[in-house]
């Protein structure tokens, strides 16, 4: 069973910087593709940076530029370092995890997913 724990979370002001890390067990770490998501009140989950097993990387228009996501499989974690918050950043941020890219990616209920970490940007 693979188990995803976040932390990094916490309130920042708008432009200020977050790192979070997300620590993956109970599975060979470097087999799987690794994503993190956000929910904000009252909007629909959305994928904002995945990376597959091999380091590739993938962002959401919305996080380009700020937003660099990557993986030390050494500790079996990935992070998201998030640079120029914005007051729209704010959400909960979920971990995910599966083998396979498409689940990853897919925002469904496929693969492993952490407890989240909230993110709160204030203006």
């Known amino acids: 069973q693979v188990q995803l724990v976040e932390s990094g979370g916490g309130l920042v002001q708008a432009g200020g910087s977050l790192r979070l890390s997300c620590a993956a067990s109970?599975?060979?770490?470097?087999?799987?593709?690794m994503g993190w998501y956000r929910q904000a009140p009252g909007k629909q989950r959305e994928l904002v940076a995945a990376v597959t097993s091999g380091g590739s990387t993938h962002y959401a228009d919305s996080v380009k530029g700020r937003f660099t996501i990557s993986r030390d499989n050494a500790k079996s974690t990935v992070y998201l370092q998030m640079n120029s918050l914005k007051p729209d950043d704010t959400a909960i941020y979920y971990c995910n995890a599966h083998p396979r890219w498409a689940v990853v990616t897919a925002n469904s209920k496929g693969g492993y997913w952490g407890q989240g970490t909230q993110v709160t940007v204030s203006s």
């Open positions: 109970g599975t060979i770490f470097s087999s799987l593709a």
